[in-house]
């Protein structure tokens, strides 16, 4: 059951990018789809190299900011190891969504022996502060755009169904969470005890003394990501003069489909090529825009985590010895 489960994890998000990916094309003739080629063999790689650059530094920002909520319950972490964690979380998402941050916790507690519990409530508390983020990005892209972005929304995201499927967590969330502090089984004492460690790591973002340059390393973050996305549109003519507005919009789609799906496989290209139509961008410069940036930044995450596997037992040799 376990292995059959591993694999629907796996499969599933997978055929759902296979899918959109034969929908999206299925709409080109062989003449448009020669064109989108054409896109990737002219595309100016330089923005393409500052973009990764953005999101490199988004990440190292990411890792710092994680040394503080860890300092405040006591453990010293190394900035390669948070970086090498980070990179392999990212890896990982890619194949089974949101193992990431399992990862990342998993890393943390094998070369710095730094509890699962509370290193993995550390990242949950981040993932809260991120999602906050977000929706202020959402909220500033509807202020800019609120009649395009919220009839694209609607017409492309299953909110209905969101609602639904957030409506049955919160039922299933509620029972459980009267299972766990009323029974005495075993299994829900254990749990109890490792959910004490988890409060206590996402509580330390609230409670720890660096709460500002938590903050700055957010803003850092935030910042890198639309200058990923911004630069990687000067990388195309046919997107390179769209407004800073209409770029907060793209980056806000983008962001939903990357957050909905499996790293964004499919639906990434799909939904941005749809969203930049709306403003005049032809339909196959979009697509070869979201497919430009999507493979460059997948190949940079590929090529980043393999790395961070193999490194990150050579960095630590003395502490497994």
Do not use: C
């Not at 709409?27 to 490199?56: R, V």
């Not at 497919?291 to 997948?298: A, E, H, I, R, Y």
Request: hydrophobic content about 50%.
């Amino acid at each position: 059951m376990k292995v059959l489960k591993k694999i629907l994890n796996i499969s599933l998000p997978l055929l759902l990018g296979v899918f959109l990916v034969y929908y999206a094309y299925n709409q080109f003739t062989p003449e448009q789809i020669t064109e989108m080629k054409s896109y990737f063999a002219t595309a100016n790689y330089g923005y393409i190299g500052l973009s990764l650059l953005f999101m490199n530094v988004s990440h190292a920002s990411r890792a710092y900011r994680w040394k503080y909520s860890l300092q405040y319950l006591g453990y010293q972490s190394n900035f390669w190891n948070n970086f090498m964690a980070i990179s392999v979380g990212y890896l990982l998402n890619l194949t089974i969504p949101r193992s990431g941050e399992l990862s990342r916790a998993a890393v943390l507690q094998k070369y710095d022996k730094i509890p699962f519990d509370k290193g993995f409530g550390t990242i949950i508390a981040e993932r809260i502060i991120d999602l906050i983020f977000l929706l202020l990005f959402v909220a500033t892209a509807l202020l800019l755009h609120y009649k395009q972005l919220m009839g694209f929304i609607t017409q492309h995201i299953p909110v209905k169904q969101l609602v639904v499927i957030g409506g049955v967590f919160v039922i299933s969330a509620i029972v459980g969470l009267y299972l766990l502090y009323t029974s005495n089984w075993k299994i829900f004492v254990f749990i109890r005890k490792k959910i004490t460690g988890l409060v206590e790591g996402m509580l330390s973002i609230f409670k720890m003394p660096h709460r500002i340059p938590f903050l700055i390393h957010t803003f850092v973050i935030w910042f890198g990501f639309v200058l990923t996305f911004y630069f990687g549109t000067k990388a195309l003519p046919e997107t390179s003069e769209i407004s800073l507005g209409i770029i907060m919009v793209a980056f806000v789609v983008g962001s939903l489909a990357i957050s909905f799906t499996n790293g964004g496989f499919g639906a990434f290209p799909l939904l941005i090529a749809k969203i930049l139509a709306l403003y005049g961008v032809a339909l196959t410069a979009g697509t070869a825009f979201g497919w430009l940036l999507w493979t460059t930044q997948t190949v940079a995450t590929v090529i980043l985590g393999g790395l961070s596997f193999l490194l990150l037992p050579v960095v630590n040799k003395e502490k497994l010895s």
